[in-house]
């Protein structure tokens, strides 16, 4: 019996395994690994967003008495190491050698005795540059006249990375001129940050003489990484090891493989030393992976009672310098073309076009879902403008709208298959949770004394758990995962899984995943992972992936075990397997509930002496690879209430409720904790957090004064509710939860900032809605 | 410079560089790796501790100032093997995910509760102002202190 309360074995709510080390301070996170003989790595960064090197002289530098070495691009490039493929296989530069094309590129790397010399050193790096004018505009990014950025790459006369685009532009563009109502807005989702709580960094240890690598680096995808870094290193993948103990936050920051990982393993391999590299905050927020960053023009198409046609738009997607996002290798908007939503529409099509800019590199981070965030705010955007347009209630234009439960699966007009969903029944949850005629009466009441209150619905399907082999891979690596789960003899088991948690708590919902197939309790298994060593291969966790694909891989290998336990109790009860029947934790045989084995005795008998069928080993013991026939489609209706202030323009979140599906709930508690986490994200991206630049390209959200993040201050407690649709294709109907409500809060959020704002006539305000902005817009500013 | 801090009630003797900051003694020199660092400009608040029983950000105070004060760290919060009911209370009510901003959040809330035994949601609020969580969106650290107010030591 557990000590947590009603529900023994299995699914439910669960304290958490992982807290009792982080309340004592015991967690281990990559700037906690001291080893002996470590040495300290700091990174040279360019102070300017484009410019050529004429020189750098590190003579000085080198001359510190705490200095070991300082490593340049002119160094790496000698060596074959100055440039490194990048995930979405463009070419980025570890250390810059001709230009520098944004500003905190890393230029050089300093190996010192301690963290502070490392520092003092960079100061005597003298690096001249010669300036180049910078593209800060992604929307001029492709003007003839625009400086060439990518000068490296053979062949590229421009800025442009991809066109791409996805359904069918004639039969949307026909349904659009044959519409009653056209509405268009442009809408621009802005470059914002992840900013985890612990920054990146890495720890690189070389053995000269066994040749093995181990790399400690906050990374959501060891083993993506240990295979990037065998094919940027050269070094056999069999000698690399690499360990994300515990990560502080990552919120897809930490998918990418950051040039300050490769030096402290180069650096490691020259001084014969190890060497620990940790970024600051600035560091982090400044060269690290970037979210958003989509200027769409968006259309919506619709009859004049409010029946929704069809949705068009062209975006322009700037991707920094180097060409760094995380996502499927052939999808190069994410799933963007996931933008029909939850509607039921005749025709769609997207037109994205990638541009490289003096930027940051990166796109695809901050629990994004490979852009459905973008997806799901220009469609829950361009439906309240319609309603805007038509005078319709938002919420009663949703519900005429919605897909109905009987056309699941349902194939939007992009080619996604949404699994499962009642939609209606969870929007009208949400509105009565949200008392919405209750709140619309208050509304109105407020309006008459001049108070601005904004009431904002939104609703959104997600589309995670990447991917099935044959349409999603990561540079020709499958978007599969591995489990392996051992039981001991006395019944105490260890599953070893290839996702990486951080914070998500795996440790606790993969034991229940276990516990609730094969009846061993949570707290006598435990979960291994985030070491290459002892885990199978996986891609990782990103994109709300790890209970779509490795929860489903740890249910099949609980399975495999559980098929094997039958035959040890066949043979142990002297029946035949065909003869048993599973009851939680226990093989007995059909009729005969008296006469059975439990999971535990039969793990003492599969390696004892008990004689098996021949064919059959001994042990319990299974693993297996699980490849997603499909993604999973979690969905949620939420509703926001805001006040501005009219003073100031300042706008509070007064209410938010939130009615999740993510289907089968493994442990309610953690799925809270995790809408929880996405909804304050969606406050400090709709209202407060944008990494801005001059015309110049310097970075003006480079610390966290100035990139500013919700605190307890800016957020209400928030009113979580849920439906349960189960997924059909999962084995135990489980969908992904991670980043649902960062997917679903920034539309609604807005929706509700343009609600407060209607007496003004503003249909819509671009995020961040800061004072300033939504001050513009009552003054009828853009 | 020799800097004697008090630490966890335990006194403590390094050599260190003055400008050595307070987070990098108690970490890289003490070995006290539950103390945090994640901002440099006193924003984040993943490196508070104790000072005095004052929460103090210890990115931004100098080891060197910490001499003839008590400090208290994450790991001064457990006493022979008992656990403060801020430990408890955020296990019990799910006010971490990642852990990395919790040690700052419970020595705050320590603090909070010496002052004010019964802090309302308000004041609770207000008392980790100064700190961020990427995880939990507070709703739950809040309920964690709650629970820590409602189960004081010894009750």
Redesign the interface.
């Known amino acids: 019996m557990s000590a947590n309360g009603d529900r023994p074995i299995g699914f439910g709510r669960l304290?958490?395994k992982?807290?009792?080390?982080?309340?004592?301070?015991?967690?281990?996170?990559v700037?906690?690994v001291?080893l002996p003989g470590m040495l300290h790595g700091a990174v040279l960064r360019s102070p300017v967003a484009h410019a050529r090197i004429v020189s750098i002289d590190a003579s000085a530098a080198l001359q510190h008495p705490k200095v070991h070495a300082v490593i340049t691009g002119w160094d790496l490039e000698a060596r074959g190491l100055a440039w490194m493929r990048t995930i979405s296989d463009d070419a980025q530069a570890v250390l810059a050698t001709d230009k520098v094309r944004f500003q905190g590129q890393e230029v050089a790397f300093v190996i010192a005795d301690?963290?502070?010399s490392a520092r003092d050193a960079l100061e005597l790096i003298d690096v001249e540059y010669e300036l180049l004018p910078a593209v800060v505009d992604p929307r001029g990014a492709l003007d003839v006249d625009a400086p060439l950025i990518r000068d490296d790459k053979p062949g590229q006369m421009d800025n442009r990375i991809f066109d791409w685009e996805s359904g069918d532009r004639a039969a949307t563009d026909r349904v659009f001129e044959n519409a009653d109502v056209v509405v268009e807005q442009d809408l621009v989702f802005p470059r914002s940050h992840?900013?985890?709580?612990?920054?990146c960094g890495a720890v690189a240890q070389y053995d000269e003489v066994s040749g093995k690598l181990t790399v400690w680096c906050t990374t959501q995808a060891p083993h993506a990484h240990r295979t990037v870094y065998a094919l940027i290193t050269g070094l056999p993948e069999h000698k690399i090891r690499v360990i994300s103990p515990?990560?502080?936050?990552g919120?897809g920051n930490k998918v990418p493989v950051y040039p300050g990982y490769l030096c402290a393993i180069i650096g490691a391999i020259d001084t014969g030393r190890p060497v620990k590299w940790a970024e600051?905050?600035?560091e982090n927020l400044m060269s690290t992976a970037f979210a958003r960053d989509y200027a769409m023009r968006g259309a919506i198409a619709a009859t004049g009672d409010g029946r929704i046609l069809a949705v068009r738009v062209d975006v322009i997607a700037d991707h920094g310098a180097f060409n760094a996002t995380a996502q499927p290798t052939n999808y190069p908007a994410g799933f963007f073309h996931v933008f029909t939503g939850s509607y039921d529409i005749e025709a769609a099509h997207c037109h994205v076009t990638g541009v490289y800019t003096n930027k940051a590199p990166g796109g695809v981070a901050y629990a994004c879902s490979f852009r459905i965030a973008e997806a799901v705010y220009l469609v829950e955007r361009l439906v309240d403008c319609l309603a805007y347009e038509l005078g319709i209630d938002a919420a009663e234009l949703r519900l005429a709208n919605l897909i109905s439960p009987d056309q699941f699966p349902y194939q939007c007009k992009t080619g996604w298959v949404y699994d499962s969903g009642d939609y209606e029944r969870t929007l009208r949850k949400a509105l009565e949770i949200a008392d919405y005629g209750e709140l619309r009466r208050e509304q109105a009441k407020k309006r008459a004394r001049g108070e601005l209150m904004g009431i904002g619905v939104g609703f959104f399907t997600e589309a995670v758990g990447a991917g099935p082999r044959k349409h999603m891979n990561i540079l020709g690596l499958g978007m599969n995962d591995g489990a392996m789960l051992r039981v001991h003899p006395t019944g105490k088991a260890q599953l070893s899984i290839s996702v990486q948690t951080?914070?998500?708590?795996h440790e606790t919902t993969f034991a229940q995943i276990v516990a609730e197939e094969l009846g061993i309790p949570p707290e006598d298994i435990d979960v291994v992972h985030g070491d290459t060593d002892l885990t199978p291969y996986g891609l990782g966790t990103y994109g709300s992936r790890s209970t779509p694909v490795s929860g489903a891989a740890t249910a099949v290998v609980a399975r495999k075990v559980r098929e094997r336990a039958r035959i040890v109790a066949a043979a142990m009860l002297e029946a035949s397997p065909d003869d048993l029947e599973w009851e939680k934790g226990r093989w007995m045989v059909k009729g005969d509930p008296e006469k059975g084995a439990t999971i535990q005795e039969i793990a003492m008998a599969a390696r004892g002496s008990v004689e098996l069928p021949v064919g059959v080993e001994a042990g319990l013991d299974a693993e297996t690879v699980y490849d997603p026939p499909n993604l999973t489609f979690p969905y949620g209706a939420y509703i926001c209430v805001v006040e501005i202030d009219p003073g100031t323009a300042k706008v509070r979140v007064s209410r938010f409720v939130a009615v999740d599906d993510c289907g089968t709930r493994i442990n309610p508690?953690?799925i809270?904790?995790q809408?929880?986490?996405?909804?304050?994200?969606g406050v400090g991206i709709a209202l407060m957090e944008q990494i801005a630049f001059d015309e110049d390209g310097n970075c003006l959200g480079g610390?966290?004064?100035d990139y500013l993040?919700p605190?307890?201050?800016e957020?209400p407690?928030?009113e979580t509710d849920f439906t349960v649709t189960p997924s059909p294709h999962h084995p135990i109907g489980a969908k992904g939860i991670g980043e649902s409500a960062t997917v679903g809060s920034p539309p609604t959020i807005v929706n509700a900032v343009c609600d407060a704002l209607r007496p003004y006539g503003v249909r819509h305000v671009d995020m961040p809605c800061t004072p300033s902005r939504v001050w513009h817009a009552m003054r009828g500013g853009a | 410079m020799q800097v004697t801090a008090s630490v966890n009630s335990r006194e403590y003797k390094r050599d260190v560089e003055p400008r050595t900051l307070l987070v990098h003694f108690l970490r890289d020199e003490l070995g006290l790796t539950g103390t945090h660092w994640g901002c440099d400009t006193s924003n984040c608040g993943t490196c508070v501790v104790l000072m005095d029983g004052e929460p103090v950000k210890s990115c931004t105070v100098l080891a060197a100032t910490a001499e003839g004060h008590e400090i208290v760290t994450v790991e001064g919060l457990e006493v022979d093997g008992v656990l403060d009911p801020v430990q408890q209370g955020f296990s019990e009510m799910h006010g971490l995910q990642c852990g990395f901003c919790t040690p700052g959040m419970m020595l705050t809330a320590r603090a909070l509760l010496e002052r004010n035994a019964d802090p309302s949601e308000a004041e609770i609020r207000e008392a980790i102002s100064g700190q961020i969580c990427r995880c939990t969106g507070y709703a739950t650290i809040v309920r964690s202190v709650r629970w820590a107010a409602e189960h004081r030591a010894g009750s």
Not at chain 1, 675 to 681: E, R, S
């Open positions: 304290r958490r992982e807290d009792p080390r982080f309340i004592r301070g015991q967690g281990r996170f700037d906690d001291q301690d963290r502070y992840p900013a985890p709580m612990e920054t515990d990560v502080g936050g919120f600051d905050r600035s951080q914070g998500q708590g508690m953690i809270e904790g809408v929880h986490g996405g909804l304050t994200d610390s966290l004064m993040i605190t307890a201050l957020v407690d928030w």
